[in-house]
């Protein structure tokens, strides 16, 4: 490997912003804000949106997003009813 072109790897927290919880893992990303870990050791702190610990695809749990329904929805758009056969 060149030296110098490389970025630096190091000990990282992410803190998942929905859920609160918290990993140490090493990364690349820049961060300002840092925290002082449970080992007393101050790490970079980078807050996520979403992380494996509140995303529903890790945690079994399904969320609400379109409370109408697609089906309906699309329906309604195109003028087909429900109740229609084909």
């Known amino acids: ?5 490389h ?15 918290t990993f ?10 840092t925290i002082e870990w449970e080992d007393g050791t101050t790490y970079p702190l980078i807050d996520v949106e979403v992380s494996s610990a509140s995303h529903p695809f890790y945690t079994g749990t399904a969320r609400v997003v379109d ?12 003028g087909r009813t429900a109740s229609t056969s084909r």
């Open 7 to 21: 970025p630096v790897s190091r000990p990282v927290v992410f803190r998942d912003r929905a859920s609160d919880a």
């Open 1 to 5: 490997m060149k030296l110098g072109i």
């Open 67 to 78: 409370s109408a329904g697609r089906v309906e929805r699309f329906e309604r758009r195109y």
């Open 24 to 33: 140490l893992t090493r990364s690349t990303a820049p961060s300002v804000a």
